[in-house]
Nanobody
Framework: QVQLVESGGGLVQAGGSLRLSCAAS????????MGWYRQTPGKQRELVAT???????NYADFVKGRFTISRDNAKNTLYLQMNGLKPEDTAVYYC?????????????WGQGTQVTVSP
């Protein structure tokens, strides 16, 4: 069974940094597109960043060059380096794995990790 386990969240002051990790198992990690999404109680889940199997990346506009997504296929691990954090970055951050199959999209989510940024 697919399992995605996030870690690295916590409480940080504005302007600080955090590195999130997502350990994947039960999937052929190198063949999955990976992504980070975030969600607050008042908003829909929104895309933060994605990375393809060949490490092509895409970022949401609000990242403004502050975040970097990366992957280590040898360790089956996805990362999100977050610098210059702002209070509006406060959210639960989710790891996503996605692979195109014959019949559709095979998609899986982690349990999420809380990031809280104080003023």
């Amino acid at each position: 069974q697919v399992q995605l386990v996030e870690s690295g969240g916590g409480l940080v002051q504005a302007g600080g940094s955090l590195r999130l990790s997502c350990a994947a198992s039960g999937v052929t990690f190198s063949l999955n597109a990976m992504g980070w999404y975030r969600q607050t109680p008042g908003k829909q889940r929104e895309l933060v960043a994605t990375i393809t199997p060949i490490s092509s990346t895409n970022y949401a506009d609000f990242v403004k060059g502050r975040f970097t997504i990366s992957r280590d296929n040898a360790k089956n691990t996805l990362y999100l380096q977050m610098n210059g954090l702002k209070p509006e970055d406060t959210a639960v951050y989710y790891c996503n794995a996605r692979r195109i199959t014959t019949w559709g999209i095979d998609e899986n989510w982690g349990q999420g990790t809380q990031v809280t940024v104080s003023p």
